[in-house]
Nanobody, 122 residues
Framework: QLQASGGGLVQPGGSLRLSCAAS????????IAWFRQAPGKEREEVSC????????LYRNSVKDRFTISTDNTKNTVYLQMNGLKPDDTAVYYC?????????????????YGQGTLVTVSS
């Protein structure tokens, strides 16, 4: 089970840190990703981290602004989001699946948690 939190309203240029707490999952055995879905748009993968080796993958539009990380002691994955833009407004979801590698932004994930809403607006 995955539970995302940390969303909210932030001004452009601001920061938020999303958290995804997992139960019943050992991150070492899976890849963990953040997705987002903006109103009227398809869901897209934002970032992924490999549970096997910690390698990361980012969508071009968030590179150098977002950072994904894990705390295996807390079984939690984070998404630090800096320099937020109105285009980042979306419901953000965390997801996990096997294999424990980030293959690409079109990788299929089957296990999603509830989302958390991020709104970037002045």
């Amino acid at each position: 089970q995955l539970q995302a939190s940390g969303g909210g309203l932030v001004q452009p240029g601001g920061s938020l840190r999303l958290s995804c707490a997992a139960s019943g999952v050992t991150f070492d055995d899976y890849a963990i990703a953040w997705f987002r879905q903006a109103p009227g748009k398809e869901r897209e993968e934002v970032s992924c981290i490999s549970g096997r080796d910690g390698r990361t993958l980012y969508r071009n539009s968030v590179k150098d602004r977002f950072t994904i990380s894990t705390d295996n002691t807390k079984n939690t994955v984070y998404l630090q989001m800096n320099g937020l833009k109105p285009d980042d407004t979306a419901v953000y979801y965390c997801a996990t699946d096997w294999p424990p590698s980030c293959i690409g932004l079109d990788q299929v994930f089957h296990y999603y948690g509830q989302g958390t809403l991020v709104t970037v607006s002045s």
